[in-house]
């Protein structure tokens, strides 16, 4: 696979230096697309890709259309690259879960007003932005964000396995 085979343009990137490193993580998925290359595989492979670019651009005089970094500084392209398509469906299919059951677990106990309840209104919504799909990040297991966010799923899920139970002795 060449450069040449990833659209030009990021549009909404195009001027970032976000645009070459989505670029590398979208060549990396298309050599691998239904398995990746590992977790954390990024920052290896990335040079690969770079070396074969720069012989390359050699050759064809392009410019330089990808970079290399750490992680794909954004959560569905990390997965995409690393864990391809089955790990990515297997996530995302997680974080739906994890929408639906904060949605329905916030409409039921919605009628009462415990503190915490209204406390855990914050942690939904961290859960949620975190995980949107647009947004730059860093990489999901390695980062100081992610470390907030796997920290959020576990208070909503102690929460609600303790609000289930609380429920279960006195309903």
Known sequence: ??????PVDIVLLRHSGYNRIY??????????PLTGFG??????????MLAKDNANRK????????????HAHN????????????GTSLMIIFFLILLKNSFFYKKKY??????ELILLLPVIINIFIEIWPVRSSGSFFTTWGATFFWLNVGIFLSAQSLFKTENANYG
């Open 39 to 48: 977790l954390k595989s990024f920052r290896m492979k990335c040079w690969d």
């Open 75 to 86: 959560y569905y392209l990390e997965f995409l690259s690393e864990a391809g398509i089955i």
């Open 1 to 6: 696979k060449n450069i040449d085979s990833v």
């Open 110 to 115: 919605n009628q009462k007003t415990n503190a």
């Open 59 to 70: 050759i064809t005089q392009k410019p330089q259309l990808i970079s290399c970094a750490n």
């Open 23 to 32: 670029r590398t993580a979208i060549l990396m998925w298309k050599e691998q």
